[in-house]
């Protein structure tokens, strides 16, 4: 388990599209951040809200060679944490803790058994759920005993984080096939019928065994109850039922 908090430092970033930023990290110690895939580190934003400081967490993507260095993609929202993750300048220090997370697959950080196959495993991710999908297949191009067959975009046709060309582009360079499809906004209800429709149909063709999921909890959260899968591994980003204020 990595020690907590730690500092990192912002060494790069860029805008993409119209609301993300994406920024180059490195942790001041130099401890490892990699491997990153489906990992993410929760960001105290130096924000204190009340008496409460202002925590986010961040999707890990991979700098290829560099153990302590890692992307960011953050969607700017208008809220505290995701404000200042857009304002800070390069060379800003900031305290986390992690790399944590439980979206590894099988023969992501170890070799499956001898003679085991790995699941055949189904990547979903809603709206910004996207990065960690992007870290899992940006990993996966790196081992040969995964079998991440594919990932599944849902987003809405307004969204503004991230086009997909550039995430297409980036998926299927590493090997994994990427399908996209509309959904309704976060805000509507009915955008969880819609959605689970586009999961029910990709699992059903590709057989898969494994879903591991991301972004709206009102999508992904009941995706472990709906199907008679081995394994549903999710993290929401937001709308997440196990928390009050989601
Ligand atoms: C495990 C995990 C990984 C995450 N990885 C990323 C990442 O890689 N990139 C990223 O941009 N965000 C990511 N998030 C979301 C991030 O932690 C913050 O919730 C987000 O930046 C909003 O923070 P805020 O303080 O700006 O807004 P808040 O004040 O916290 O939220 C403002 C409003 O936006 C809603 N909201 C929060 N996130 C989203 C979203 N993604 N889409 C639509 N509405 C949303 C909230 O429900 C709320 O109503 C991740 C969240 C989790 C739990």
Known sequence: MAANPKTLRILASHPEGSSARALEIETIDGSPLAPTAGKYIIVNTGVVVGEKAIKRAYSLLPVPGVPHRARLLVKRLGGPGSEVMHAAPVGTELSFSGPWGKLIAPGHDAPVSDGADAPRTLVVATDTGITTALGIALHASTLSTCR??????LR?????FLDVDSVEARIEQAGVRFVHAAVLPASDPNRVHTAWSHVDARVAELGAELVIA????????????????????IECYFHNPEKKSA
């Not at 991440?148 to 975009?153: R, Y």
């Not at 809405?156 to 503004?160: A, H, R, V």
């Not at 991301?214 to 591994?233: F, N, Q, Y």
């Open 148 to 153: 991440v067959l594919e990932v599944l975009w």
């Open 156 to 160: 809405s046709e307004d969204e503004t």
């Open 214 to 233: 991301s972004g709206d909890g009102a999508i992904i959260h009941p995706l472990r109850t709906r199907w008679a899968l081995p394994e549903v591994r």
